[in-house]
């Protein structure tokens, strides 16, 4: 049987030695865990062989006192030998050039494991923020990602590192220091941007393994109370709001500007009252909304998708438990009966065509509902009023708690909030629960 050639820069499988006190070299098992502890007098070899562009192989070894330290230490040794024959056409990228890489596929649909819209925008804003992304360096036109706003300056050394230089104790080294600056809330996404550019790097036979792999982050209780926003204000450690602070922000944000162009105030006392995710308030259609005397409620069946001309209504949501029935509190349904007889009003005078027309919140011009734009103008309108630290996440967490707080069943929470039974409290989760009585309780 003809033996495989090995191609230019590929190497054979690597095979392990070991010897005591500096006898004779004999075959072993890394996984033998009666020989692969550091023992004095133990070396271990790690040994293989690498294709040339001549069609030759060169053979490449190294030693220590562990075989994971013998393979690190070889790995080094192959990728500098890659770089010695394979020329300046095949030079080793930097982790911030396969970050670029891995952040372009994401944006443009490509990574099978990011589908959402709103998981995409996740990813940009946090790869923009902490990973040293830039659209123009990647080539992209800036005006596709004018939703991601730089606020504060955050540069790290490890962006420039080659890839086979990069170790385990480089990426907890940055997971630290990412934290400290206030991100500790994004590094599971930014942890599984490294993960995809290591992925690339394996790929492109850069390098052999992952140092991204195993790496441990703080715990949410070690950084709970710590996560700074974009704007610079600390997240309290109780994300909700108190009834007195609850009533002065709907009428903070009530107050017009001339510099905002999408007037989102409703939208925002809507979520105060319905605790609402933002994508879902924002993708409300009048055929969701029943308005009556009494028991006046949202029908949760959906939300739009997708970004600029591409965007639609479709029937899905973050989870199956997210279609629910949502009561109405008097005064949200006073204000969803303002907004549709204006609606009407503008629909028979012929102002408002188009499918905008369709939805509670319709785009600025009248058109599809635009999440990004929404939750732009939702955080400037939210900094004006004197809530920085608020987010419209925060009104979810209100509802929830004042519901807790008058001891409602814990089914009926889950049922009104949309709760994945997978998590918290799917013990108590009953989708037949009586909801009727929650609108009276919300103030």
Not at 18 to 40: F, H, Y
């Amino acid at each position: 049987m003809t033996r495989r050639k090995t191609a230019p820069g590929d190497f054979t499988k690597i095979t392990y030695y070991v010897r005591t006190d500096r006898g004779a070299w004999q075959s072993a098992d890394p996984s033998d865990s009666s020989l692969s502890r550091a023992k004095r007098g133990r070396q271990w070899r790690a040994r293989t062989r690498m294709g040339l562009a001549d069609g030759t192989t060169t053979k490449l070894s190294r030693s220590a006192t562990t075989p994971a330290a013998a393979l690190a230490a070889l790995e080094l040794v192959i990728a500098a030998e890659r770089r010695r024959t394979s020329g300046p056409e095949a030079s080793v990228p930097t982790l911030g050039e396969l970050v670029d890489w891995a952040v372009v596929r994401i944006d443009e649909g490509r990574d099978p494991s990011i589908k959402s819209s709103n998981s995409q925008r996740t990813y940009l804003g946090i790869a923009y923020r902490w990973a040293g992304y830039s659209p123009s360096a990647a080539g992209d036109d800036e005006g596709r990602r004018s939703h991601i706003r730089r606020t504060r300056e955050y540069t790290s050394p490890i962006y420039g590192v080659a890839i086979d230089r990069l170790t385990p104790a480089d990426l907890a080294d940055e997971v630290e220091r990412v934290e400290n600056a206030g991100g500790a809330g994004s590094l599971p996404q930014l942890r599984a941007i490294w993960r995809k550019a290591m992925a690339r790097g394996i790929a492109r036979r850069h390098i052999n393994s992952d140092p991204a792999a195993g790496l441990k982050l703080p715990s949410r209780n070690a950084t709970r109370g710590k996560r700074v926003y974009s704007n610079g204000s600390t997240r309290p450690r109780d994300n909700s709001l108190a009834g007195e602070h609850l009533a002065e922000l709907r009428l903070a944000v009530r107050k017009p500007s001339p510099r905002q162009r999408l007037d989102v105030s409703d939208l925002i006392v809507l979520g105060s009252y319905t605790g609402l995710r933002i994508a879902e308030a924002n993708s409300l259609r009048w055929v969701d909304v029943y308005l009556a005397d009494e028991d006046s409620y949202l029908s949760v069946q959906g939300q739009v998708f997708g970004s600029g001309a591409d965007r639609k209504w479709e029937p899905k949501l973050k989870t199956e438990s997210s279609q629910r029935t949502v009561p109405l509190p008097p005064a949200a349904a006073d204000l969803l009966r303002f907004r549709q007889a204006n609606a009407l009003k503008t629909r028979l005078d012929g102002s408002a065509t188009g499918p905008g027309s369709d939805f509670v919140f319709p785009a600025q011009m009248g058109g599809v509902p635009d999440l990004a734009t929404a939750s732009k103008a939702v955080r400037r309108t939210l900094d004006r009023a004197g809530f920085p630290w608020v987010t419209f996440h925060t009104l979810r967490r209100t509802v929830e708690r004042q519901l807790m707080d008058a001891g409602v069943d814990a089914r009926v929470i889950m049922a009104v909030m949309g709760h994945d039974p997978a998590t918290s409290w799917s013990a108590y989760v009953d989708r037949n629960v009586d909801v009727s009585a929650v609108a009276g309780i919300i103030r």
